[in-house]
C-alpha cells in the first residue's frame, strides 16, 4: 500500500486545513489508518486513528474536538479536518495505515506497516 499525504500549507492562528491521505495499491478500509506529527524538535506523536470496517476513532487531548478524521471508501482516501488551528499544530504531518483488528484504533507506531511522506502544517500569522 502507497499513501499519499497532501493538504498541508500555511494557515493562521484559528483557520481550518483538511489533510487527505490517498492510498494506491490496496484498499484503505482494510487497515487502520492513523496521523501522526512530528513538530520541530519533538519526537513524532499520534493525534488521530480510525479502525477498519466500523470506523472507530480516537484523538489525542490536544486535538480532540478540534479535529476530525473520516474515511471515503468510495476514494480510498482518509481525511483529517482540522479547525481552530494553533501555533503548536505546526508539525509535518503523516498518515500510516497498519493491520490492526477491531473496532478500537490506537497510535503505536509500532502497529503501522505503512506510511506517507508527510505533509507540512505551518500555523502562523
Known amino acids: 500500500v502507497q499513501l499519499q499525504a497532501s493538504g498541508g500549507g500555511l494557515v493562521q492562528p484559528g483557520g481550518s486545513l483538511r489533510l487527505s491521505c490517498a492510498a494506491s495499491?490496496?484498499?484503505?478500509?482494510?487497515?487502520?489508518i492513523g496521523w501522526f506529527r512530528r513538530a520541530p524538535g519533538k519526537e513524532r506523536e499520534g493525534i488521530s486513528c480510525?479502525?477498519?470496517?466500523?470506523?472507530?476513532?480516537y484523538y489525542t487531548d490536544s486535538v480532540q474536538d478540534r479535529f476530525t478524521i473520516s474515511r471515503d471508501n468510495t476514494k480510498n482516501t482518509v481525511y483529517l479536518q482540522m479547525h481552530s488551528l494553533k501555533s503548536e499544530d505546526t508539525a509535518v504531518y503523516y498518515c500510516?495505515?497498519?493491520?490492526?483488528?477491531?473496532?478500537?484504533?490506537?497510535?503505536?507506531?509500532?502497529?503501522?506497516?505503512?506510511w506517507g511522506q508527510g505533509t507540512q502544517v505551518t500555523v502562523s500569522s
Open positions: 480510525i479502525s477498519d470496517g466500523i470506523g472507530g476513532t
Open positions: 500510516a495505515a497498519g493491520p490492526i483488528p477491531g473496532d478500537v484504533c490506537h497510535t503505536l507506531p509500532f502497529l503501522y506497516h505503512y
Open positions: 495499491g490496496g484498499i484503505l478500509d482494510d487497515y487502520a
